[in-house]
């Protein structure tokens, strides 16, 4: 029945407050959407804030987890599925998860979202497998309209709020080819999703991913009908290492040293450029480390120095 649930305008509660997955990035309940130019690590962001989610583990040192998901479904097409594990399981070692994450990935080929019996059939696992949060990386393979049409993205967006019913939303979605270059004014982070207008006004909310000068380096702006709006957040991804981001800030003596208690038998080399910082710096606050014997060194396999937590063995 199409009509099954009208609520009287008196019994609505506009003191209701949205509900969080992860508060001010990921709503419980809604399509959120991640959006970025190719290469951009969009989707290292998505597993990121899924691992996160499941962990309870604050993300950027502000954003609380507040209803973690229970049953993830991951739905990808582009990489591989033992891609996806591997680089997951750094993430969930980092953070400390060690239980069996509740997370399911398929590759759906031939699945659209405008397909209706398709959402239909998806919909029906969703319910069936108890899933509560379904990722979707990228849009772009998960439907055959045109992404300029209004009238063909609407199926999209339709389907996309249907499942959104039953189970909360993390879309990737490439950013509008026209949004980062260089010379042009910034647009809205609603903007800078790819496509008819239909896209962006279906988003609950919508981060933007832009790299800045070294391939760590990223800024994170995000936009949503409720919460806050952010323009400028600074993150670092530990590339081929714990995968995890993090916050951007001053270069510490301790922050050097929890790396190196995690990350053992780096050189200063290493640290710099995993840290996104000058090495110059580094070596400073490594030295300073070895003088109040927080740190270690030995000589490594190629005659580099090499850094520990000190009495490790």
Excluded at 109 to 132: C, M, P, W
Excluded at 143 to 163: C, I, P
Excluded at 202 to 212: D, F, G, P
Excluded at 224 to 235: A, H, N, Q, R
Aim: hydrophobic share 40%; aromatic share 8%.
């Amino acid at each position: 029945m199409l009509f099954r649930k009208i609520i009287p305008y008196t019994e609505i509660d506009p003191t209701e407050e949205a509900k969080w997955v992860i508060e001010g990035l990921i709503q419980k309940g809604g399509v959120n959407f991640i959006t970025g130019e190719p290469k951009t690590h969009k989707s290292f962001l998505r597993k990121f804030l899924v691992a996160s989610a499941l962990s309870g583990k604050t993300v950027f040192d502000q954003f609380d987890v507040r209803e973690p998901p229970q049953r993830v479904l991951t739905l990808i097409i582009e990489d591989r599925i033992a891609w996806e594990r591997r680089t997951m399981d750094c993430m969930f070692d980092s953070l400390g998860y060690l239980l069996d994450p509740p997370i399911g990935v398929c590759k759906p080929f031939g699945f659209k979202l405008n397909n209706s019996t398709h959402i239909k059939q998806l919909i029906a696992l969703v319910k069936r497998e108890g899933y509560d949060f379904v990722t979707i990386d990228p849009l772009i393979e998960f439907h055959s309209a045109d992404e300029n049409n209004a009238s063909e993205m609407s199926a999209v967006t339709v389907a996309l709020h249907q499942l959104a019913q039953f189970a909360t939303l993390l879309v990737v979605h490439h950013s509008a080819k026209s949004q980062n270059r260089p010379g042009m004014a910034q647009g809205s982070v609603e903007r800078s999703l790819r496509g008819s207008g239909v896209i962006s006004g279906a988003s609950s909310l919508t981060m933007e991913l832009t790299r800045i000068g070294l391939s760590a380096a990223h800024k994170l702006r995000k936009s949503g009908k409720e919460t806050e709006s952010l323009d400028d957040i600074k993150l670092l991804l530990d590339i081929n290492d714990t995968w995890c981001w993090e916050l951007e800030g001053a270069l510490t003596p301790e922050r050097v040293r929890s790396y190196i208690l995690g990350h053992p038998g780096l050189t200063t080399g290493d640290l710099a450029r995993r840290l996104g910082k000058r090495k110059e710096l580094v070596v400073e606050i490594v030295e300073e480390l070895l003088d109040c014997d927080e740190i270690a060194k030995a000589e490594g396999p190629r005659q580099r120095q090499e850094y520990f937590p000190f009495n490790s063995e």
